[in-house]
């Protein structure tokens, strides 16, 4: 019987996978580093302007990140580690591309929502500034709901250990992100539009 891993072995196999699957191209990956620079900025101002904070995680730092998933990286046969996409959705632990449709659509259709009658369940903004803060506390909301209910979701689909090493991934992913990432931006200067992953079919390769 294998020897379950520790929680930090099992961070480390989500994040490896977590690159070598879903981060081969260049701008992706340059996209990734904008986006990881943001939310540091956006974890700083958590603590004086929650709303603010939210209002830069999710309009620059989610929006780039996400972009970069969508439109830059390939989605044909990925030869690095022999694997379709199809197959590499099936198997995301996190949000898959799928899922991040639903999640996105939640946030963009959210200030559409603050800004109709609540029928007195929320109280609306009295000017323009209040109504923006209002939204910031509105995305700030369904970041933490979306990282609480893919977390217990995890917990049902494998274990416990697997749901607690996402959420600890995509916390810490902006720093992570932004010290893996710094070189992107200058290979895709350079004109180099897909990362070689010559890093990553050395591993492959020895695994079997």
Do not use: C
């Amino acid at each position: 019987m294998a020897q379950k891993p520790t929680f930090l072995e099992h961070l480390r196999v989500q994040r490896w996978d977590d690159h070598r699957y879903y981060h081969h191209s260049r701008i992706n990956q340059s996209l990734h580093f904008v986006s990881a620079v943001s939310f540091l900025i956006a974890y700083m101002l958590l603590f004086s302007d929650p709303a603010m904070a939210a209002l830069l995680a999710w309009g620059v730092a989610m929006s780039t990140r996400q972009a970069g998933h969508f439109f830059f990286e390939p989605k044909g046969y990925d030869d690095v580690n022999q694997a379709t996409h199809e197959h590499k959705e099936e198997i995301k632990i996190g949000y898959n591309l799928r899922r991040k449709v639903v999640l996105m659509t939640m946030w963009a259709l959210s200030p559409l929502v603050l800004w109709l009658p609540a029928g007195g369940l929320v109280e609306p903004a009295t000017d323009f500034a209040g109504y923006v803060h209002d939204v910031g506390i509105a995305w700030l909301a369904l970041g933490v709901a979306g990282l609480l209910f893919r977390t217990v979701h995890l917990f049902f689909l494998y274990d416990v250990q697997t749901g607690l090493v996402w959420a600890t991934k995509i916390l810490t992913d902006p720093f992570h992100d932004a010290w893996i990432y710094r070189g992107a931006p200058l290979a895709l200067l350079r004109g180099e539009l897909i990362d070689p992953m010559w890093h990553a079919r050395a591993e492959n390769a020895q695994r079997q």
